[in-house]
């Protein structure tokens, strides 16, 4: 496979770099190379991965909505935060439990 001018222009990181940019460990980012979801080139003894590879798997995974509202009800932030009780630790005597 031939390499283009533009492959020769592309800046390439180590897996070091890789790792400290995601705030990763680099075991990790090798395990992601090994498994196939993090191309990269090996030089030797060395690995290498395109900038741009790295960006589009970053852009790729991002989610930039929230998450889905949680069907769970109860209590919620500003209910506890507004100082009234949302709950009580002791249990429903009248209820007949003990």
Known sequence: MAMSNSDYEESFLTVAEVAEVL??????????IDA???P?????RRVRI???D???IVES???G???PASTISGPSASDFWSGEPVGSLI????RGSG
């Not at 705030?23 to 992601?32: F, G, I």
């Not at 990269?40 to 030797?44: C, D, E, L, Q």
């Not at 249990?91 to 009248?94: G, Q, R, S, T, V």
């Open 23 to 32: 705030r990763l460990n680099q075991q990790t980012v090798r395990n992601w």
């Open 61 to 63: 995974g991002y989610q």
């Open 50 to 52: 395109k900038r741009s």
């Open 91 to 94: 249990p429903d005597l009248e």
């Open 36 to 38: 196939g979801s993090l």
């Open 54 to 56: 790295l960006e589009r």
């Open 40 to 44: 990269a080139v090996r030089v030797g």
């Open 65 to 67: 909505s929230l998450p």
